[in-house]
T-cell receptor, first 115, second 113 residues
């Protein structure tokens, strides 16, 4: 069974460029979460999506960040006009539909470096 | 006050020692508690998952929740060098029934031979 797949694993962007991070959930999982881990800090919730719906984006910065989970294809976390403070590890996680299990599985992360 | 507090360590122990990792939390309404292990430059891996108070054991790992004290613990028996990692406690928040997790800062553990 393939786990949660994230790509790219490492991404370097210059200030002002755009970063796109992709996440394919585990097979059978329809719920996707994005978390961010800043250096020397714990993971912080960003957004929770189901197919074609953003359910909770309370952890997303108000500007420059957006997320989607289209009907077909992976979930995308998009960061426009990146700044140095966006340098972090971005983790995607997935879980089965509600009621089947509460377990959440994380991918290996995408490490964004802004130079 | 942070919702979840965790001593970042580092914690260094000899192989075979019993390790105790702890977190405190502020909201008495929290019901679901998790421990994750994270190796360097890797994603968090779920170790233990408990609901409400009590103990749960899985091999060398025991998770304990004391809701009256708002205190959660992870014990590792017969620790091995391969246990060297960062351990994150996490609590599921919100009433939406989904996995909006609040994480502690993580405790870095080193088990030396």
């Amino acid at each position: 069974n393939a786990g949660v797949m994230q790509n790219p694993r490492h991404l370097v962007r210059r200030r002002g460029q755009e970063a796109r991070l992709r996440c394919s959930p585990m097979k059978g999982h329809s719920h996707v979460y994005w978390y961010r881990q800043l250096p020397e800090e714990g993971l912080k919730f960003m957004v929770y999506l189901q197919k074609e719906n953003i359910i909770d984006e309370s952890g997303m910065p108000k500007e420059r960040f957006s997320a989607e989970f289209p009907k077909e294809g992976p979930s995308i976390l998009r960061i426009q006009q990146v700044v140095r403070g966006d340098s972090a590890a971005y983790f995607c996680a997935s879980s089965p539909p509600k009621g089947i299990g509460n377990t959440i599985y994380f991918g290996e992360g995408s490490w964004l470096t802004v130079v | 006050q942070k919702e979840v507090e965790q001593d970042p360590g580092p914690l260094s122990v000899p192989e075979g020692a019993i390790v105790s990792l702890n977190c405190t939390y502020s909201n008495s309404a929290f019901q679901y508690f998790m421990w994750y292990r994270q190796y360097s430059r890797k994603g968090p891996e779920l170790l233990m998952y408990t609901y409400s108070s009590g103990n749960k054991e899985d091999g060398r790992f025991t998770a304990q929740v004391d809701k009256s004290s708002k205190y959660i613990s992870l014990f590792i028996r017969d620790s091995q060098p391969s246990d060297s990692a960062t351990y994150l406690c996490a609590i599921r928040s919100g009433d939406g029934g989904y996995n909006k997790l609040i994480f502690g800062a993580g405790t870095r553990l080193a088990v030396h031979p």
